[in-house]
């Protein structure tokens, strides 16, 4: 808590159980990465405090919930809370109104809440194999902000979207938008300090 410089706080891929709240004092943090530890279930409240955080990997980990704190972090940008116990979204994630980058795949989500349209400026959204059932048709419709969404190993069978671009039917097609998501994908890295040490091949299936 004494570091009250600190920008950038990678400790994943240790034996971490827990973080300790002295962490909130670290006012200029604007990097946290928690992933991999395997055994985090929850994080301080005090965390609240970390105002200038733009980017939160808590992926890997034993989350049952999006923590309260992180819900707080008002600048908030990208955050990966993917392979962990979801089973739901808070009703209240549209606080995160800075979100552009939302990743929530291999969770064990059967819904997405609506709250989700009312984020302007989230734009990449993945939720593949989870137990996702239903999703709110709004978040198809051209309002939203939404530019990228995979559905992969989810057992949504219909998906009705109105005035938007048509589903992607022919291979061809399908493997050019993989490749612009995967560009996207690629250029929202860039923005961290260091690429992930490992990645997942998805395949996308609707455009939006």
């Not at 609240?48 to 600048?75: E, G, Y």
């Not at 962990?84 to 929530?104: A, G, V």
Request: glycine share 2%; with cysteine.
């Amino acid at each position: 808590g004494c570091l009250k410089n600190l920008r950038v706080l990678n400790i994943s891929f240790n034996n971490l159980k827990s973080v300790p709240p002295e962490l909130g004092d670290c006012e200029n943090l604007e990097k946290l990465d928690l992933s991999g530890n395997m055994e985090i279930t929850e994080l301080p409240f005090e965390l609240s405090n970390l105002k200038q955080v733009t980017v939160v990997d808590l992926s890997a980990n034993k989350f049952h919930s999006i923590p309260i704190c992180v819900l707080r972090m008002t600048n908030l940008q990208w955050l990966d809370i993917s392979s962990n116990n979801l089973k739901d979204l808070p009703e209240d994630i549209d606080r995160l109104d800075q979100l552009q980058t939302l990743l929530l795949q291999k969770n064990k989500l059967t819904y997405l809440p609506r709250a989700l349209t009312n984020m302007p400026k989230l734009s990449l959204l993945v939720v593949s194999g989870d137990d996702l059932v239903e999703m709110p048709t709004a978040i198809c419709e051209s309002t939203t902000g939404l530019k990228f969404v995979s559905l992969k190993d989810s057992p949504v069978e219909t998906i009705v979207c109105e005035d938007t671009e048509e589903i992607i039917e022919s291979e061809r097609e399908r493997e050019q938008f993989e490749k612009e998501f995967m560009k996207a994908y690629i250029e929202d890295l860039k923005e961290r300090d260091s690429a992930p040490s490992y990645t997942t091949k998805v395949l996308f299936s609707l455009q939006l």
